[in-house]
């Protein structure tokens, strides 16, 4: 029952930030007196602190507020993308206190090459920190195809990786004597946007990330799809034009052949293999009416309407959040989306449904990772707060 309580209390304070007691009786339902007693060990561990609340002119004496402290546990959220690497350090509470990203040419995704550029990223960024940072966990999103019991990549197309231990690597790699967790990185910015941005408040969402393939993160009930592996949301490979171009994962007629970024840097006049700059090109020249880069978008944008009528059609979401390429674009996608989700979605189901823009840009994912990594603690803080205890008694020792 207490691991239970504490971990309400946590999870309340690192999704919702600072409460009063008062908010965490009514939020939790635990009583004055357990609210007090938990809040004492926690204070103890130093996962949090508490402060007077200040008066607010109504009657009797103000319940104290009580926060998380970021530095009292860290994770280490990793992203890798087709283009970039990023890594950060995380506090309770979702802080970001440390990070770095770097962008890399395509040629040099070979996955040894990632591993020491990995290694060599979280080197720095951990330098700027405290040698006894208080550290969970490790969180990875990564464009594949991932088991999640073990971070075993199965594919990663726009990598060109196959079979690959990306868990086991990396742990060998790190060598940080912490959980190391690795899920997809559209599953992954589904989580973010859920606790921290755009789909907050909602239980029923499709995220969808585009950069050079497509990724899709979905919510169900309040909780995210994996499926038997770990593998579901792989919707850039569902089939919507099976007499399409070959895609990159070995089938034909993808959903990302249509509407990731290759697609639309090659309709507007770039090169394919142009990444970022040329995507950057392509939003210059619409904004400056381009009939070509604007027939490029209007394009993506009809076949994402396509994809997504068949997903509103299967799952019946509240909530559709374009992360990526997708949101950036959101402004020139939404009209030519919207008429093909109006066509083709079941009206009751899409008399429900509202498509925005991501509200956490470009570190959704890296975020994602962050909360993936958080979860051990925030299942069970009584076990965290023992095992700190160990570490401190060595320590006086």
């Known amino acids: ?19 009063s007691r008062s908010d965490l009786v009514t939020r939790t339902g635990l009583t004055r007196s357990a609210i007090r007693g938990l809040i004492g060990e926690l204070v103890l561990g130093g996962l949090v602190t508490e402060e007077r609340a200040a008066r607010l002119g109504t009657p009797g004496r103000p319940s104290p507020l009580v926060r998380v402290s970021p530095d009292g546990a860290v994770v280490l959220a990793i992203e890798i993308e087709v283009e970039s690497l990023a890594v950060a350090i995380a506090g309770l509470g979702g802080r970001i206190l440390e990070s770095e990203r770097v962008d890399r040419p395509r040629e040099h995704v070979a996955f040894e090459d990632t591993i020491s550029d990995i290694a060599a990223l979280v080197a720095t960024v951990r330098a700027r920190r405290p040698a006894d940072d208080p550290l ?10 991932v088991r999640r019991s073990d971070g075993f990549v199965s594919m990663a197309p726009n990598l060109g990786w196959r079979d690959v231990p990306l868990g086991d690597r990396l742990a060998r790699a790190l060598d ?25 408040g909602h239980d029923d969402v499709i995220f969808l990330s585009g950069e050079v393939g497509v990724g899709g993160g979905l919510i169900v009930d309040g909780k995210p799809l994996k499926g038997a592996a770990g593998y579901a949301g792989e919707v850039g490979h569902m089939t919507v034009d099976p007499g399409g171009a ?47 880069a604007l027939s490029a978008l209007d394009h993506v944008g009809r076949w994402l309407g396509v994809g997504l009528a068949s997903l509103v059609n299967m799952l019946d979401p509240r909530l559709v959040v374009l992360g990526g390429l997708f949101g950036r674009i959101h402004q020139y996608v939404i009209g030519p989306l919207t008429n093909e989700l109006d066509l083709r979605a079941l009206p009751a189901s899409r008399a429900l449904v509202e498509v925005v823009p991501a509200s956490l840009g470009a570190d959704a994912s890296l975020l994602g990772a962050s909360e993936l990594a958080f979860e051990p603690l925030l299942a069970d803080p009584a076990a965290w707060l023992a095992s700190r205890g160990a570490v401190r008694e060595l320590v006086s020792a």
């Not at 207490?2 to 930030?17: D, F, K, P």
């Not at 990731?260 to 090169?271: T, V």
Request: hydrophobic letters at 45%; charged letters at 20%; aromatic letters at 0%.
């Open 136 to 145: 969970v966990g490790v969180g990875v999103a990564v464009v594949g195809v």
């Open 176 to 200: 940080l004597r912490v959980p190391i967790s690795v899920a997809n990185e559209a599953d992954l910015g589904a989580l973010a946007e859920l606790r921290r941005g755009a789909a907050r």
């Open 1 to 19: 029952m207490r691991r239970a309580n504490l971990s309400a209390i946590v999870r309340e304070l690192h999704a919702r930030g600072p409460l």
């Open 246 to 292: 070959p895609c990159r994962c070995g089938s034909v007629g993808c959903w990302e052949t249509q509407v990731g970024g290759g697609m639309l840097l090659e309709l507007a006049g770039q090169s394919r293999d142009s990444g970022r700059p040329g995507i950057e090109a392509v939003l210059r020249d619409a904004a400056d009416g381009s009939a070509a």
